[in-house]
């Protein structure tokens, strides 16, 4: 199976969870992505990797229209039926895989992509799609997983990840995108990294059987000292971890 083949089977089978997911409804980031998109109310909008639409509908009110993306057909089915439900107008969702945009070049004021940066496989096309769909002046907002600068967590939270569902490919050090970024041309205006400390169960829930006991095994062979880099503490009798993200503004210069 591809990537993306893995992205539409993981997605298909979860896309009510993320309807009503309190994490990817989560207002503080939906209105730090709106903040940092400075939205005009004139602008045309792209939002990547839409899933069930959150990041969509918390810029409608704010621009002329939204168009959503996805690679999976049943989370663009939540997310026109909750489109319906709030009787929101302005926002109309496609069908797309981020390596491949279906639009013209210069089509869009703004593209916004959160928490699914880490399922592409091919990151330097898929943000090469999102400078080649965005006008000159135009402005990306990022919002992901990331890991922090330091190799033991840089691999063991991509390797929870992975266990946790099989289409995370990666997730990037805060400098790692800036360099992805500035090596398709944009230029980076803020880089903000922060922290949520989340139970272990987060991993676990939702994942395949058979990777249940090895996340269980990767955590009971941390060392003390790697015990703290994830900041891995009991709380409520329940083992609770760092988990790490980052947002991200671009834009491109005016020709
Ligand atoms: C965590 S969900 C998205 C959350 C959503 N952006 C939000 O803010 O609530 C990740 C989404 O990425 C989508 N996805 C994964 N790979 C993709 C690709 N290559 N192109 C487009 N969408 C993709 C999945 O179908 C899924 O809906």
Same mark, same amino acid.
């Given at each position: &199976?591809?990537? *993306?083949?893995?992205?539409?089977?993981?997605?298909?089978?979860?896309?009510?969870?993320?309807?009503?997911?309190?994490?990817?409804?989560?207002?503080?980031?939906?209105?730090?992505?709106?903040?940092?998109?400075?939205?005009?109310?004139? /602008?045309?909008?792209?939002?990547?990797?839409?899933?069930?639409?959150?990041?969509?509908?918390?810029?409608?009110?704010?621009?002329?229209?939204?168009?959503?993306?996805?690679?999976?057909?049943?989370?663009?089915?939540?997310?026109? =039926?909750?489109?319906?439900?709030?009787?929101?107008? !302005?926002?109309?969702?496609?069908?797309?895989?981020?390596?491949?945009?279906?639009?013209?070049?210069?089509?869009?004021?703004?593209? =916004?992509?959160?928490?699914?940066?880490?399922? @592409?496989?091919? &990151?330097?096309?898929?943000?090469?799609?999102?400078?080649?769909?965005?006008?000159?002046?135009?402005?990306?907002?990022?919002?992901?997983?990331?890991?922090? *600068?330091?190799? @033991?967590?840089? #691999?063991? &939270?991509?390797?929870?990840?992975?266990?946790?569902?099989?289409?995370?490919?990666?997730?990037?050090?805060?400098?790692? /995108?800036?360099?992805?970024?500035?090596?398709?041309?944009? #230029?980076?205006?803020?880089?903000?990294?922060? =922290?949520?400390?989340?139970?272990?169960?987060? @991993?676990? *829930?939702?994942?395949?059987?058979? !990777?249940?006991?090895?996340?269980?095994?990767?955590?009971?062979?941390?060392?003390?000292?790697?015990?703290?880099?994830?900041?891995?503490?009991? *709380?409520?009798?329940?083992?609770?971890?760092?988990? /790490?993200?980052? =947002?991200?503004?671009?834009?491109?210069?005016?020709?």
């Amino acid at each position: &199976m591809t990537t *993306e083949e893995q992205a539409r089977r993981v997605f298909g089978e979860r896309a009510a969870f993320y309807t009503t997911s309190a994490v990817h409804a989560d207002p503080q980031v939906l209105a730090r992505v709106v903040a940092l998109a400075a939205p005009q109310p004139d /602008w045309l909008s792209l939002d990547i990797a839409t899933g069930t639409g959150h990041t969509a509908f918390a810029l409608a009110a704010h621009v002329r229209a939204v168009v959503g993306t996805d690679l999976t057909p049943e989370m663009l089915r939540e997310a026109e =039926t909750l489109r319906a439900a709030k009787g929101i107008a !302005n926002v109309a969702f496609t069908l797309a895989d981020v390596h491949d945009l279906p639009f013209p070049a210069g089509t869009f004021h703004l593209i =916004t992509c959160r928490r699914a940066a880490h399922h @592409f496989s091919r &990151m330097g096309l898929a943000l090469g799609e999102m400078r080649r769909v965005l006008r000159a002046g135009g402005r990306l907002v990022i919002d992901d997983r990331s890991v922090p *600068e330091d190799d @033991f967590v840089d #691999a063991c &939270m991509n390797e929870l990840d992975r266990y946790h569902d099989e289409s995370h490919v990666r997730e990037y050090r805060p400098s790692a /995108w800036r360099k992805m970024l500035q090596g398709v041309g944009f #230029a980076v205006e803020s880089v903000e990294s922060y =922290t949520k400390h989340r139970p272990l169960t987060a @991993f676990t *829930e939702k994942a395949s059987p058979e !990777n249940v006991p090895q996340i269980h095994a990767a955590i009971a062979r941390l060392t003390p000292a790697q015990r703290e880099a994830l900041n891995l503490r009991e *709380e409520n009798g329940e083992p609770y971890l760092n988990h /790490w993200y980052v =947002t991200l503004a671009a834009t491109i210069a005016k020709a």
